[in-house]
Every structure is written in C-alpha cells, then in structure tokens.
C-alpha cells in the first residue's frame, strides 16, 4: 500500500504542529511534533466537521468512533503515530468535565480515565484521541506537552480491529509488538491503558457468556430424545404397577397406607398386599417395585 497522498491544504494546523516528511518518500515514517506546551489533560486540539468526515469504511488512515462508526480526519492530523506510550488521547472532553465557552472547548484536568477494565487504575502514559460521537477532541495525557514532543497516541484505544495491522516500533519497555486493534489484544496488553467507550464496551461483550447464540441442533435432538425416552419409561412402570396389582386381586388405587401386623413375627402388610392362609407375605408388592417401600420389609 502507498503512503498516504494528502489531498488537503498543507499546514493544516501550523500553530500547533510541524509535519517531518520521511527521507524517502515510499516509507510510511511521517511523524509529528508539538508546537506548543499543554497542561496535563489539556485541549490539543478540536476535530471539526469539515474538514473530518464521517465513513462506514475503516481504511488504515481512517480513525474508528463506534462499534460500526469511522471517520477521515482530512488533516496533517493523521500524522499523529502510534505508540504503546503515547502523548495524546483522543476523547469526548464533556463527558470528562469539559465547557463551552466563547465558543471554544475548554478542558478541566482529570486525575483518574476511565481505562480498559474498570477494576484497574489507568497508568501513567497516554495521549487522548476520545471519539464519542457527540464531540471529538484531543487531549494531552498526564505528563502534558511540551514544544518538540512527539505526537502519538495507542491505536487500539480507538480501533478495534483494523485494516492494515503493523509492527510496532515505537521502542519502549512496555511495547505491544504487532497492533491491529483492541479485538486481538488481551487483557494484559490493554491493563491500564485508557480507551474509547466503544472499545471498552465491545471488550466486556467480548468477555461475557455469549447467550444470543443459536441452540445446538445435536443438544436440541438428543434432549428431546432423552425426553421421549422418560416419558416410555413412566408409562411402562404405570403398566407394570397395574398389572401385578390385578395378580394380587386388588385394583390398584385408593392406598390409604393403613398398615396391619401378624402374630408371632409376622410382617406388617397395608391394604393391596395379600398374606397366605399360613399368614406369611407373598410376593413383592407394587408398592415396593415403584420405590414406595422399598427395603422396609425382610
């Protein structure tokens, strides 16, 4: 793939960013600086529409908004490079504690981001790229800015699975290695790292129990087996029960469990059970073959 040809106006923001163009016009090694100094979680910088512009179809220089949602930054801003340990994040400042007023966006510092598992504090690195929808910015991580600092942020705190993963080489000690998106990422690699709603909300989806998938058709038929099969079985000790107690003379049924005793070390015997003429017991009755008084009798 081709580096990336700008079709916009060049400097698009001169008074915050100095683009350095690689050697060699075929490397994708473009980085950016920054002019000016910011306050840790301060305001970088506003993406405005235009000149971004919103797609349904993630490129390598798109930057991912939601789950489905993409968007062209049309700007040197997509000279911000990647970085396990990056400068900037791009975020939603209202919902951190941002104001309008005077028709800019002013930014209140924030201690504490939201990072990619809410049991876990977010750590020290991070440049903000915050893409809710309802108003983009990006912001300056804990340490701030300073003029000549390098303008990075963490790819997969925006995008989940993107179109054209690489190695990265951004050379610190907590270095992912290859990025391609959040969704190839475990949990280890993203402790700690501030992220997008989106991500983070497709990441808990990832963890969880999946209950919308289909029924197993194998599981389905051999319930459904096991079922029927429970079913015969019930029906055949029902005919096994009628059937011994017309041996025994007395219709099954109408069991008041009233009980009787024998002399001289007889056995006690309840209504439906039959006793010789010599008083000794014959036989198994139903009642002990259904379970009912099984192993109370010698």
């Known amino acids: 793939m081709d580096p990336l040809t700008p079709h916009w106006k060049q400097p698009s923001h001169a008074t915050i960013q100095t683009v350095i163009p690689p050697s060699n016009p075929s490397d994708f090694t473009t980085k950016s600086l920054s002019k000016i100094s910011v306050a840790p979680y301060g305001l970088f910088a506003k993406l405005d529409f235009p000149p971004c512009t919103k797609t349904d179809t993630p490129t390598y220089a798109t930057v991912q ?12 801003l997509v000279y911000i490079n990647h970085s396990c340990e990056p ?10 504690g941002a104001s309008k ?4 966006l002013k930014a209140t510092p924030r201690s504490r981001q939201p990072s990619a598992y809410p049991d876990k504090e977010p750590n020290s690195r991070g440049q903000i790229f915050d893409t809710s929808p309802a108003s983009l910015a990006i912001f300056a991580g804990p ?15 925006t995008e989940w699975d993107m179109a054209q993963g690489f190695d990265c ?17 475990s949990r280890a690699q993203l402790d700690g790292l501030w992220l997008n709603a989106h991500i983070r909300s497709l990441l808990a989806r990832r963890s969880s129990p999946d209950t919308t998938a289909p029924p197993d058709a194998t599981e389905a038929a051999l319930r459904a087996s096991l079922s029927q099969a429970q079913l015969a079985c019930a029906a055949a000790q029902k005919a096994l029960d009628l059937y011994q107690s017309q041996r025994s003379g007395h219709p099954g049924g109408n069991d008041t469990g009233r009980g009787m005793e024998t002399g001289g070390g007889g056995v006690a015997m309840g209504e439906g059970e039959k006793a010789g003429e010599d008083g000794v017991r014959r036989g198994i009755t139903s009642r002990e073959m259904s379970g009912e008084m099984g192993g109370d009798t010698k």
């Open 101 to 104: 007023q005077d028709g800019d």
């Open 87 to 96: 400068s900037l994040r791009l975020e939603h400042p209202l919902l951190h």
């Open 65 to 76: 908004t939601g789950e489905h949602e993409h968007l062209n930054l049309n700007s040197d």
């Open 169 to 185: 080489f951004c050379g610190t000690e907590t270095c992912r290695g290859f990025i391609s998106g959040a969704k190839k990422m």
């Open 143 to 157: 340490k701030g800015l300073q003029p000549g600092d390098e303008l990075t942020f963490f790819y997969p705190s």
